[in-house]
Nanobody
């Protein structure tokens, strides 16, 4: 299993970013996918989940209405569109899959929200 995130960067408050995570090593369309984030000095926090066929999504209260998770099963890719970014969204963002009872993570992509 391999997960590779991209799309992070430095953005001003109120700005937008779209993260991508390309998956390989498993049948992508058979599994729910999740995004997590970890800010410096804090524990990892769940951000969003999407079901395997994208029929359902869930969000942490802290990002609801601002972030949108989506997926393209033809490209083995899950996305996180982040709008109205706030300084408290600054973190390393990682995608996750629970495959055969194990959690797999990508290396993460840094998102910094600052003026």
């Amino acid at each position: 299993v391999q997960l590779v995130e991209s799309g992070g960067g430095l953005v001003q408050p109120g700005g937008s970013l779209k993260l991508s995570c390309v998956a390989s090593g498993f049948t992508f369309s058979n599994y729910d996918m999740r995004w997590f984030r970890q800010a410096p000095g804090k524990e990892r926090e769940w951000v969003a989940r999407i079901s395997r066929a994208a029929y359902s999504t869930d969000y942490a209260d802290s990002v609801k209405g601002r972030f949108t998770i989506s997926r393209d099963n033809t490209k083995n890719t899950v996305y996180l569109q982040m709008n109205s970014l706030k300084p408290e969204d600054t973190a390393v963002y990682s995608c996750n899959v629970r495959y055969l009872a194990f959690d797999y993570w990508g290396q993460g992509t840094q998102v910094t929200v600052s003026s």
